[in-house]
């Protein structure tokens, strides 16, 4: 009960935003409806900003939900409404044999967690703050420049490649819809045929 | 436990919730009577008398109005997602409302009348009730809070809105919500961009992302050194005056993507009643539907707020000196002017079509607000 008797309102707050981020990934895996599993990932994100805010990151926090919460996710919705994805049907064959490998990969995960946990002393509180804009920009732009530039260059690779593959299976469809239109277009035998129902006639 | 009754700092606590009460109910009045404004503002713009019955000059119309929404049926249809349903209007509120401990309604240490008087009484009580609470009530601050991030924190929570629009166009399990909800989507995150480099001249002027100390540093020439005009972190002299090129540009390109961004009229796809009904809260009736109005009118406030306080220097305005309590009312008139603007442009000009929407934003907004950043940088090189 030692530790209790120090336990302040930061505590508590971690404790919420930690449990809730928790509960909110198990949402992510265990629904099967991809709309709820997608509002689960948003509520990590926002709870894991909580968690920054509790370590005083408040720029972290902030660009977590920006980007992540507010950009990503929103891409990730939009997807799921738009190709209206349905729920997903239990799949148990195919996942007949991977459960076996659950127990060693969750054993190996708790492994390294528990190791880096060790690594990790209690830090020094220090003059700067680790989440400050002033910091993570003179970072970002001095000591991390290359990684960062090469992670941009990496991203409009990825960008570029995503437009290439909607591009050439989109030219197939236009090139179709091109020749039935040119087809459509020709206006000879919709004239032959009225012109033979009024001889008919 | 005692060390966690000390851990909170009591009257800090009790002064901001007091403060996000009274803030509270001023954005709620001033959200209900934009409503009135703009029924009113768009009646004599199309030439008729709008409401005017409930009250003097209809000025009861929003709690009429109100009173309607509360006491209507609320129809919940049988297809929807009822979870989903019914969380989405929240969704869509409460990140809206969250923005508002950030808002500099005006200055610092604004002396409080009868603060003198208060200071005793709360001093007084908390020695007899052995509190030991030391609290200095003779002036206040006209904002919640500040942090260092504060204009990213409004991005942040304006971000989050989207969802509400988003969720209520998915689980209304109905044609016309999924396609405003789509739209919206689409159309919220297309204009971010646009709205939050546009600010990005204005933090190069200012050098923080701090909302209150952004508008602190436009108090020079007598409360009128606004941003654009300028502003203040240039310099002294003519030559400050080079950073108001960037300013006006970036004061367009942000009010341009505001609208856009509330889903405003000429902008306003997600709720075009010629092809969508009413867009992603079709569905919805009584108080839900009412939930979606009022966080339209918060986050029209909210925007106007930021356009106030990031280019038309928030409460600083002439005099400011020397009547210090003339912030708030400076404040607010600028936040009334852009509201108006909002009912002007609805009076004015027709929609968009949704392609020119897309094409506006990202041909010609984004790439405009990417130079204006490239020509603010340069000048402020130029003029440092």
């Known amino acids: 009960m030692e530790q209790f008797a120090q336990i302040q309102v930061s505590h508590l707050f971690f404790l919420a935003f930690a449990s809730l981020a928790v509960v909110a990934a198990f949402n992510v895996i265990l629904q099967r409806n991809p709309i709820y599993s997608a509002i689960g990932l948003i509520v990590v994100m926002c709870s894991l900003a909580g968690l920054f805010l509790t370590l005083a990151a408040e720029f972290i926090a902030a660009i977590q939900i920006i980007v992540y919460a507010g950009a990503i996710m929103v891409l990730f919705v939009f997807v799921i409404m738009l190709l209206n994805v349905r729920e997903e049907d239990a799949k148990a064959d195919r996942q007949k044999y991977l459960k076996f490998l659950a127990v060693p990969l969750f054993l190996a995960l708790i492994a390294e967690v528990m190791a880096v946990l060790k690594t990790i002393g209690n830090p020094a509180a220090s003059e700067t703050v680790p989440g400050a804009v002033e910091t993570v920009a003179e970072g970002m732009f001095t000591t991390y420049l290359l990684p960062f530039e090469a992670t941009s260059v990496l991203i409009l690779m990825a960008i570029v490649g995503s437009m290439l593959l909607a591009r050439r299976e989109s030219k197939e469809e236009t090139d179709e819809i091109e020749e039935a239109l040119t087809v459509a277009n020709q206006p000879t035998p919709i004239v032959e045929e009225s012109s033979e129902e009024e001889v008919h006639a | ?384």
């Open chain 2, 1 to 384: 436990m005692s060390s966690l009754i000390n851990s909170i700092d009591f009257p800090y606590v009790l002064g901001a919730l007091i403060k996000v009460a009274i803030f509270w109910i001023t954005i709620m009045i001033i959200c209900a009577y934009a409503v009135y404004a703009e029924r009113r503002v768009l009646a004599v713009i199309q030439n008729r008398l709008g409401p005017n019955r409930v009250g003097w000059q209809g000025l009861l119309q929003p709690f009429a109005d109100l009173i309607k929404f509360i006491f209507k049926e609320d129809i919940i249809p049988m297809s929807v997602n009822r979870a989903l349903y019914v969380m989405a209007p929240v969704i869509s509120l409460v990140p809206a409302m969250m923005v508002l401990i950030v808002y500099p309604f005006g200055p610092d240490d604004l002396p409080l009348p009868g603060g003198e008087f208060l200071t005793q009484v709360v001093n007084d009580l908390s020695t007899k009730l052995g509190l030991g609470w030391n609290v200095d009530l003779r002036t206040v601050d006209l904002h919640v809070t500040h942090f260092n991030v504060g204009i990213l924190y409004v991005f942040a929570m304006t971000g989050l809105g989207v969802y509400g629009i988003v969720v209520a166009g998915w689980a209304s399990n109905s044609k016309y919500s999924l396609l405003g909800g789509l739209r919206s989507s689409a159309q919220m995150v297309s204009y971010e961009l646009g709205l939050s480099l546009s600010v990005v001249a204005v933090l190069l002027m200012a050098g923080t992302l701090d909302l209150t100390e952004i508008v602190r540093q436009q108090s020079g020439w007598g409360g009128m050194r606004w941003n654009i005009f300028g502003g203040t972190s240039a310099g002294e002299g003519l030559k400050s005056l080079a950073m108001a090129v960037p300013a006006i540009f970036a004061f367009f390109i942000y009010l341009i993507s505001a609208i856009a961004e509330t889903n405003r009229v000429p902008f306003d796809l997600p709720e075009a009643e010629t092809e969508l009904v009413a867009g992603f809260h079709t569905e919805y009736s009584a108080l839900k539907f009412a939930l979606f109005f009022i966080a339209e009118y918060v986050n029209m406030t909210t925007v106007s707020v930021l356009a106030t306080s990031l280019f038309l220097g928030g409460w600083n305005g002439p005099f400011i000196n020397v009547f210090p309590w003339l912030g708030p009312i400076y404040f607010l008139a600028k936040v009334f002017f852009f509201l108006f603007l909002y009912i002007w442009l609805r009076g004015t000009l027709p929609r968009l079509r949704y392609d020119q929407l897309m094409n506006f934003g990202w041909k010609f907004l984004l790439p405009a607000a990417l130079f204006n950043i490239a020509l603010a940088a340069t000048i402020a090189v130029l003029v440092y």
